[in-house]
């Protein structure tokens, strides 16, 4: 049985492990960072959906925890990997449990990340928008250097309420949005909302699950520069992402 009883003995057991999935710039074909995902592999092999365990965790204590311990695992197997490349990302999601009151900053200074912080991304999603202590810790934390990106965004008037309560630096498109883009009847609507949200934040575009050539064509013409997604790459352990970085620069 799945629940938030077995997530927490999972943890606790060391059946959770980090897969990283890159992060590509369309404009030169480089892998640019990763973000980092959960993961959890249950004793008898099998890997649980994580989208199961999103929603097992969320609203409760447990998805700070999470959180804390995704932070941790990226320190140890990448934190060296950051501090010798400047010109990298790491994405890390983060649940609004943790933001203000110290939460996430103590978690990064406790990883030993405060040296790298300009190399890392902190994603909330519209439901992760936090409180009026949690958006000024985001501030607090994007004036020494951590960008904000806001995930699962959609392309609605709506958003621009969202994006108005806390500065972010990045919005990323879900794997929604970008199979909407090869039906040619709704395409031409996605676009315009697209291209209206991108004139009215003047922030980057990250595309999630782009899967064929032709969402890359039309997200490179539509403005977008940055995307995630099977056509380059799945998740990728650790070291196996070190080794696509460096096949791919």
């Known amino acids: 049985m799945i629940d938030a009883d077995a997530i927490r003995a999972g943890l606790n057991g060391g059946e959770f492990f980090v897969e990283y999935l890159p992060t ?37 204590a447990l998805s700070g925890r999470i959180a804390y311990w ?11 990997w950051l501090r010798a490349h400047r010109d990298v990302h790491i994405a890390i999601n983060v649940p609004p449990e ?9 978690a990064v200074a406790n990883a030993g990340l405060m040296d790298v912080l300009d190399r890392i991304i902190v994603e909330i999603t519209e439901r992760g928008v936090p409180d009026a202590i949690g958006v ?44 909407c883009l090869l039906d040619e009847a709704s395409a031409s609507q996605h676009l315009a909302g ?41 998740a990728l352990p650790a070291e196996e992402f070190k080794a696509f970085f460096a096949a791919h620069q």
């Open 24 to 60: 590509i710039d369309l404009d030169s074909g480089r892998c640019v960072g990763a973000e980092a995902l959960s993961r959890w592999r249950r004793d008898s092999g099998a890997v649980v959906n994580p989208f199961e365990v999103a929603d097992l965790t969320q609203d409760i």
């Open 70 to 80: 995704v932070i941790e695992t990226v320190a140890r197997e990448l934190g060296d």
């Open 98 to 106: 943790i933001m203000g009151r110290g939460g996430l900053e103590h």
């Open 136 to 179: 000024d810790a985001l501030n607090r934390m994007r004036a020494v250097g951590v960008r904000v990106a806001l995930d699962d965004v959609g392309v609605s008037d709506a958003n621009l309420v969202v994006l108005s309560r806390v500065n972010v630096d990045i919005i990323k498109l879900p794997k929604t949005f970008v199979d």
């Open 194 to 234: 697209l291209r209206a949200l991108m004139h009215a934040t003047d922030i980057q575009v990250i595309a999630e699950g782009v899967e064929t050539e032709r969402q890359v064509e039309i997200l490179k013409a539509a403005g977008v520069r940055m995307i995630q997604g099977w056509y380059f790459s799945p």
